[in-house]
């Protein structure tokens, strides 16, 4: 490679890669079993996902979390924070594609929650998860459990309304958002 084709070569992110995000699913998956054995939409696994790649949207300066987050790894100065609003569409894009090829390696099953469909993990996914011992696995699995923990106790249109305030987005993503293209029609 040249050292002009090598300047021009594209940046990728771990988030590019598929394996990378499946695993990451799987251990959001894992976390969430913990605390809604039943499953959750889609919509709000969007919000956990995103939120439990980048904690440091919605954890303060102040935060006694912000702390446990920095010794886990994650620097509020990361560049993957620098258009957080792109990132979430582009990431909520990807997220039904993810869920489906957990589906059908049978690491998540499909259930219903009221009026919604809802994914969980399944005991092969979880058996999968478990095998994951790298630093950043422990890292996602602390900031994971933070995410939840905050985001759970707001309702569905309190949660869309604090992304927007987090994401800090110009109007046409904040559009996106209010579009949740995994908004599904009640039977």
């Known amino acids: ?99 489906a090829l957990l589906v059908s390696y049978r690491l998540a099953g499909v259930g219903r929650a009221p009026g919604r469909v809802a994914y969980s993990i399944t005991d092969e996914g979880q058996r999968v998860a478990n095998q994951f011992t790298a630093l950043y696995a422990r890292a996602y699995v602390k900031s994971a459990e933070t995410v939840i923990a905050r985001l759970r106790r707001l309702s569905d249109s309190r949660l869309r309304e604090q992304a927007r305030n987090w994401l800090r987005a110009p109007d046409a993503l904040l559009d996106l958002i209010d579009r949740a293209p995994w908004e599904e029609v009640e039977e």
């Open 1 to 99: 490679m040249t050292q002009a084709s090598h300047s021009r070569a594209a940046v990728t992110t771990p988030e590019d890669h598929v394996a990378f995000r499946l695993g990451q699913l799987l251990l959001l998956l894992r976390t969430l079993r913990t605390v809604d054995a039943a499953g959750t939409h889609l919509e709000r696994l969007g919000y956990y996902d995103f939120f439990s790649a980048n904690p440091h949207l919605l954890i303060s300066a102040e935060d006694p979390e912000r702390g446990r987050l920095l010794m886990a790894g994650f620097d509020p100065a990361a560049l993957s924070y620098a258009s957080p609003g792109q990132r979430f569409s582009s990431r909520r894009e990807r997220l039904q594609h993810d869920l």
